[in-house]
């Protein structure tokens, strides 16, 4: 069963969602920064009521993410892992996966090369 809906304010921050028969598809189209991470952590949370075994974000569309758009994701693993779900990032452009690795943070979240590899994981 596949669902796509999008929101948030489409002219400064979207995020698209498309529901899996295992989990979610979350796709942020913009810059998660401190003005927009809310309106991700939102969609995130909203995601996660359903407990779905895999969370994957894809991040194909985010040119630039800063430390409070990393705490909306962490937020999200750590309830994912109370719920025995993962959370899995896929399609890191360059500046959002080097914010990542400089945070270590490839060592907690599980990294995909895209959506379809993610799918498997």
């Known amino acids: 069963m596949m669902m796509m809906m999008m929101r948030g304010d489409p002219e400064r921050f979207h995020v698209g969602c498309e529901v899996l028969a295992d989990g979610v598809i979350l796709r942020p ?6 003005s927009r ?5 939102c969609e995130i949370i909203e995601a ?3 407990s779905p075994q895999r969370l994957i974000v894809d991040l194909a ?4 993410m800063d430390s409070s758009g990393v705490a909306t994701l962490l937020e ?5 892992r ?3 779900g993962k959370v899995i990032l896929c399609n890191l452009q360059e500046k959002v996966k080097a914010i990542i690795e400089i945070a270590r943070l490839e060592t907690v979240f599980t990294i995909a090369k895209d ?3 993610a799918k498997g994981v």
């Open 29 to 34: 189209v913009g810059d998660v920064d401190l």
């Open 37 to 41: 991470s809310p309106v991700l952590r």
């Open 48 to 50: 996660q009521k359903k």
């Open 61 to 64: 569309e985010v040119p630039y």
């Open 76 to 80: 999200a693993w750590q309830t994912a």
């Open 82 to 84: 109370k719920h025995r």
């Open 115 to 117: 959506c379809e590899e």
